[in-house]
């Protein structure tokens, strides 16, 4: 079970995961409100058993820990760091800028622009400063931790297998799909 730390030290807005206590994977986001469409990127790295942490770092409401987040992460050990955000969504860039920890972008709909708003900004980096940029919502954030498990698996085999289980698994959830019921005669 998770929790929200708010204890005034370094660890604040950090979701607290039991199995993250060295993370390589680092999820953040722009507010406690886009941790509806994160979840879905914890719960994928949670399944295979990667090492990770979840925190709130907003790049215009806590500029500093954005920089402070940004600036540790490699000594701390993160392989790559998710991050999502909605409206002008620039928390993915603002890190990119401040770490060569790869960054992988998803946008979130929070605004009347349904997440196209945050696609836009976060997939339109100007050339030096690259942030990998997945699909609006759940869909992107789900692939965010697969392809961040896919980076990880070029050097431990154990990911790699699990990975493949949870590919294999995918192709045989949809061969067991059958239209019988839905189709008369
Ligand atoms: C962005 O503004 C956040 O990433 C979030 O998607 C959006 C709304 O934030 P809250 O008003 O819910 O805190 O910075």
Known sequence: MSEIACDG??????????????????VVMGSKSDYEVLVA????????????????????RTPDLLFEYAETA????????????????????MLAAKTLVPVLGVPVAATQLNGLDA???????????????????????????????EFLATTDADLYDRLAAWRAA??????????EEELPG
Not at 41 to 60: D, G, T
Not at 74 to 93: E, S, T
Not at 124 to 136: H, N, R, S
């Open 119 to 149: 696609l836009l900004s976060i997939v339109q980096m100007p050339k030096g400063v690259p942030v990998g940029t997945l699909a609006i919502g759940k869909a992107g954030a789900a692939n965010a931790a697969l392809l961040a498990a």
């Open 74 to 93: 490699r000594a701390r050990g993160l392989r790559v760091i998710i991050a999502g955000a909605g409206g002008a969504a620039h928390l993915p860039g």
């Open 41 to 60: 990127a914890v719960e994928i790295l949670r399944a295979l058993l990667i090492p990770h942490e979840a925190r709130v770092v907003s790049a215009h």
């Open 170 to 179: 995918r192709t045989q959830e949809v061969l067991a799909q059958s239209l």
């Open 9 to 26: 030290t370094a660890q604040r807005n950090r979701i607290i995961d039991g199995m993250s206590e060295l993370p390589l994977v680092g």
